[in-house]
């Protein structure tokens, strides 16, 4: 049973457009979400997070949006940059237990 | 910054060998964590460690066992390689739960082939 979900297994988009990327959850005690960034052959990197509690969260280009009652996030890149290509995960936690549950991931392609 | 290291980026191996892969943080992270990542699978965990000698069962650990005798270390061990346990293997650290963030840090990775 596959508790996060990332329907798109690739997105691309041009340089400096917005790259739209989703995420849904069927687990409604998850209140804790992320999003991690993999290039090939490195470990994922830590990108943007967001409780529960808000409903937007924007660090410089990268804006995490959730919407709870769709069990929904997404992350938004503006503007998209070629150096934004890699493979994106969304993971999601309840509370403070240990566990991420990771998506599939989407990999995202950034064109010049 | 934190630094997760992980003992080799490339391994190749035989099937029935016993295989370790070691993880080292430098954070006094409490939480660890392996995980394997496989193509259209996404990452997956296979056993965390919440403290010192303490270790639990992710969602795939069958074929797989940890050990955690020092705080900055945790080590994967195969015990007989099969060819299905080819994949990328992540260890990750955290601090401990109840400190705020969940946010796991990730060392670069091993790419393992067992022939």
């Known amino acids: 049973d596959q508790q996060v979900k990332q329907n798109s297994p690739s997105l691309s988009v041009q340089e400096g457009r917005i790259s739209i990327l989703n995420c849904d959850y069927t687990?409604?005690?998850?209140?804790?979400f992320l999003w991690y960034k993999k290039y090939p052959a490195e470990g994922p990197t830590f990108l943007i997070s967001i409780s529960s509690i808000k409903d937007k969260n924007e660090d410089g280009r990268f804006t995490v949006f959730l919407n709870k009652s769709a069990k929904h996030l997404s992350l938004h890149i503006v503007p998209s940059q070629p150096g934004d290509s890699a493979v994106y995960f969304c993971a999601a936690s309840r509370g403070s237990n240990y566990k991420l549950t990771f998506g599939k991931g989407t990999l995202l392609t950034v064109n010049p | 910054d934190v630094k997760v290291t992980q003992s080799s980026r490339y391994l190749v191996k035989r099937t029935g060998e016993k295989v370790f892969l070691e993880c080292v943080q430098d954070m006094d992270h409490e939480n660890m964590f392996w995980y394997r990542q496989d193509p259209g699978l996404g990452l997956r965990l296979i056993y965390f460690s919440y403290d010192v000698k303490m270790k639990e069962k992710g969602d795939i650990p069958e074929g797989y066992s940890v050990s955690r005798e020092k705080k900055e270390r945790f080590s994967l061990i195969l015990e007989s390689a099969s060819t299905n346990q080819t994949s990328m293997y992540l260890c990750?650290?955290?601090?401990?739960?109840?400190?705020?963030?969940?946010?796991?840090?990730f060392g670069p990775g091993t790419r393992l082939t067992v022939l």
């Open positions: 687990n409604s005690m998850f209140d804790y």
């Open positions: 990750a650290s955290r601090p401990s739960a109840g400190t705020g963030e969940n946010e796991q840090f």
